[in-house]
């Protein structure tokens, strides 16, 4: 099972009256087959705790640790674009982040590709997909890798709406029949509710300023009453601690 431990994070840009706290005395606890969903302003600290979590950016201060029943966690990654090498075919840029390219690596390389729906799109060149092909190439691509943990920020918030609900369907069945950890950052208050069984609120300065259980069953229909108004209940905690104030 993967576990996700942070203890006193600090993260700080620049120096003197330059200086941003991006993220303050964060303490965490993440483990299991979760969805969570870090919700917050612009400028909050939400990537940089996602950058953190996936060894882009080192903290200033604290621990983080994020293992797999005991050993370092495999983890992987989905970001806003989709990074794809262009000059590679589909199946070639999920073949190029695999340790080998055996018939079996292959073959999970494809089921990957049928579970985001093109299957039949394996030779490919990004540029003969649409963006929202190429973000479902992307989250193929980090699934194929079969990582403990899956980070990801704001995967969807480049496509059009119809897309994106979609894409939020397919995710959340890859994560319900892989039963990976994902942590996922969006600016969508709805996204985060639809998806998660948990939402980290942050505020400015950086401040982890509410830890949200959500009970709802899934799979969670926008237009469902009780969705609705948990959504609402969701966004009203935010007013309330100040979350949406922009930093
Ligand atoms: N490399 C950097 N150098 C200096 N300041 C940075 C750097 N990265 C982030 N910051 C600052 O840290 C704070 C948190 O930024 P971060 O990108 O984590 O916020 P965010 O909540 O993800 O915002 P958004 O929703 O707009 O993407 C901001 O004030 C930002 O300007």
Known sequence: MAEIHISHLQKEFGFGDDKVVALKDVNLEIGGHTFVSIVGASGCGKSTLLN???????????????????RPAKKGYVFQAARLLPW?????????????????TRARCQKYLDMVQLGDKSTKYPGELSGGMQQRVGIARAFSTEPDVLFMDEP??????ITARSLRAELHQMWSETGKTVVFVTHDVGEAVELSD????FAKG??????????????????????ALTKANVFKTFEDIGALAVS
Not at 156 to 161: E, G, M
Not at 198 to 201: K, S, T
Request: proline share 6%; glycine share 6%.
């Open 52 to 70: 953190i979590l996936s060894d882009i950016e080192t903290p200033t201060n604290g621990r983080v640790s994020i293992t797999q029943d005991g």
């Open 88 to 104: 590679r075919s589909v199946m070639d840029n999920l073949l190029f982040v695999q340790d080998d390219r055996s018939d079996a």
């Open 156 to 161: 969807f918030s480049h496509l059009d709406a």
């Open 198 to 201: 948990r939402i980290l609120v």
């Open 206 to 227: 950086g401040r982890l300023m509410d830890d949200i259980q959500l009970g709802l069953p899934f799979p969670r229909d926008a237009a469902d009453p009780e969705v």
